[in-house]
């Protein structure tokens, strides 16, 4: 939630309906979710599959470390992520909220 | 140690990017769409402007005032993704006429014009639409997703659509296999427009997919890219397996990827052991009625026959 500012303050309907770029962010999909990824960091060797393969941008490098980690903002817990990971680092479990 | 693995949480640790295609929009859980609209605004980066016909991708991306866009973005209405692509186009060549030293499109480096739609969007409903850009000449690239029917509005066969799919327009039953044409073939219909590059590509080969988007808008004139993109809810499968299925697709050569300029097969992405078409079919529910009796039988080997016949036309076969 850093590229951009809240779409729905001061909202005014413009000539055409423009809007802001990246303003998508404000919607927090990770309410959606029902199972969650977890990761086994011992088992990631940080080869990105998952971030690449995510459809929500959801799965990136945590910062000054070695493995990925989920933004669980928006994780929709498709699963993507534990398909294609190759060393089987992560696992799919039932999100309990 | 499964209540730490159900307390893991690192959303505050992340590293996002620049991302030009952002998280917050509204697709299903797995939509292969979605991946694609990523790899595109990845390949051309912020200085592009995405015109985007009604469908999964346009209504999950802008619902007012939101947009998940960081590059311009327009939402023209259902047919008419590849006139506004124009119309944007025309206006930048105007302005470069009236003051050469404005923006050159025709620059590769300057700007992008991209045009994206569904199947429908693309290969039916707005077809006029595309026909004209391609046959005009715009400097355009045209990007079709498909996913094989019209999602958005609930499941409808569309001239992508395969042999036997079960759809809402096209219902298996007593009466009925299910959807009875095959694929409309849109790359041989774009090379004989006389577009330069056209090119398909799978959401299963990011790497490829993108190589092709930037090798598009480093030409001038009109560009087709055609990119399979699988659809959890409309093709009855579990939003996990997306990526694995576009590349069973491929690897049976239902989807075959390759390279047309000038109207020739200029590359092929080649298949050692293609894998029989009943492989994929079974991993979906769209294709369930297909396994039990002799017409569905025989749907499948017409299905595989059609097949085959594109992949020795191709060359598809290592
Ligand atoms: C002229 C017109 N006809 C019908 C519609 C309704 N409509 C909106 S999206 C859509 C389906 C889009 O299908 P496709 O282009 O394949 O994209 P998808 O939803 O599958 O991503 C339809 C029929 C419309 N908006 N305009
Ligand atoms: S489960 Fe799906 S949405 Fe969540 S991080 Fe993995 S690929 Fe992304
Ligand atoms: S219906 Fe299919 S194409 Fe549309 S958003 Fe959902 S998964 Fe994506
Ligand atoms: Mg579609």
Redesign the pocket.
Same mark, same amino acid.
Do not use: L
């Given at each position: 939630m850093s590229q951009s500012d809240d779409p729905y303050e001061n909202l005014t309907i413009t000539t055409g309906a423009v809007v802001e770029p990246n303003t998508s962010r404000v919607n927090k999909t990770g309410s959606w979710r029902q199972f969650k990824p977890v990761i086994d960091i011992d088992a990631c060797i940080a080869c990105g599959q998952c971030d690449t393969y995510c459809p929500d941008q959801a799965a990136k490098p945590v910062e000054g470390e070695d493995y990925y980690g989920f933004d669980l903002d928006y994780c929709k817990g498709c699963g993507i992520c534990e398909e294609v990971c190759p060393t089987d680092a992560i696992e799919m479990i039932r999100e309990v909220k | 140690m499964s209540s730490d693995r159900q307390d893991q949480d690192f959303t505050d640790e992340v590293e996002h990017g620049e991302e030009l295609w952002n998280p917050g929009h509204r697709a299903c859980a797995g939509c292969g769409?979605a991946l694609a609209m990523k790899y595109i605004t990845e390949a051309a980066g912020p200085n592009t402007i995405v015109t985007n016909? @009604?469908?999964?991708?346009e209504?999950v991306s802008t619902p007012f005032p939101e947009s998940s866009w960081g590059t311009s973005y327009i939402h023209n209405?259902?047919?008419n993704a590849a006139s506004v692509a124009a119309g944007v186009e025309a206006a930048y060549q105007s302005f470069d006429r009236r003051d050469p030293d404005h923006l050159d499109v025709s620059d590769e480096d300057d700007l992008n014009i991209i045009a994206i739609?569904?199947?429908?969007? @693309?290969a039916?409903?707005g077809f006029r639409a595309l026909s004209g850009m391609m046959e005009r000449g715009h400097d355009v690239t045209y990007v079709m997703?498909d996913?094989e029917?019209?999602?958005? @509005?609930g499941v409808?066969r569309?001239s992508?659509t395969p042999l036997g799919a079960s759809t809402t327009t096209s219902p298996a039953g007593t009466e009925s296999i299910g959807n009875d044409t095959n694929k409309k073939d849109m790359a041989s219909i774009a090379a004989d427009h006389g577009v330069e590059y056209v090119a398909t590509a799978s959401i299963s080969n990011p790497h490829d997919f993108k190589q092709k988007v930037e090798k598009a808008l480093e030409i001038d004139g009109p560009k087709f890219l055609h990119v399979y993109s699988p659809?959890p809810v409309?093709w009855s499968y579990e939003s996990s397996k997306t990526v694995e299925l576009a590349e069973l697709a491929v690897e049976t050569g239902l989807f075959p990827v390759f390279e047309m300029e000038n109207g020739e097969i200029t590359s092929v992405n080649k298949i050692s052991d293609r894998k029989p078409v009943r492989e994929w079919l079974e991993t979906q529910g769209r294709f369930k009625h297909l396994f039990d009796g002799e017409e569905g039988e025989e749907t499948i080997e017409a299905l595989q026959e059609w097949i085959d016949g594109r992949a020795e036309d191709l060359g598809l076969d290592a």
């Open positions: - | 769409p016909a @009604t469908g999964c991708m209504v209405i259902f047919e739609g569904g199947d429908g969007a @693309t039916d409903i997703y996913n029917a019209y999602m958005n @509005t409808q569309s992508q659809c409309g």
